[in-house]
């Protein structure tokens, strides 16, 4: 039977990012996909990571940044971008913030981003 989500959870997060999380390992219990609404203000970033997880990042608004060994991706309003488990990313926003999906395979949890000590 389908199951309507009308309340996400949201993730308390330093830095002003809101994370309201709709189906994922602190919403709804599963562990195979976690999907989430952020919205990240202007300037944000977060330290570098190695997830044991891929990630999908759609963004509905402004600009992500993706930081790789490659160098920066820029991801714009309409873009998306997928990165890999056991690539070492940081994500950062634009000067004007961002609005973004963020689907994880396996499910996000903070035990499984494995972010850099700053």
């Known amino acids: 039977m389908p199951e309507l989500i009308t309340d996400p959870v949201r993730i308390p997060v330093p830095g002003g990012k809101i994370i309201d999380e709709h189906v994922g390992s602190a919403s709804t219990g599963d562990r195979g996909v ?3 609404r952020m919205e990240a ?11 044991d997880f891929d990630e999908v990042t759609v963004v509905l608004g402004g600009e ?26 940081r994500y950062r926003v634009g000067a004007e913030g961002a609005t973004y999906l963020a689907i994880c395979t396996p ?3 903070p035990d499984g981003v494995h972010r850099d000590e700053e």
């Open 64 to 89: 992500v940044v993706v930081d790789h060994d490659g160098g920066p991706t820029s991801v714009v309003t309409g873009q998306s971008i997928v990165t890999r488990a056991g690539e070492r990313i």
């Open 41 to 51: 203000p202007a300037g944000w970033s977060e330290p570098y990571q190695t997830p």
């Open 107 to 109: 499910a996000f949890t």
């Open 34 to 36: 976690s999907v989430a």
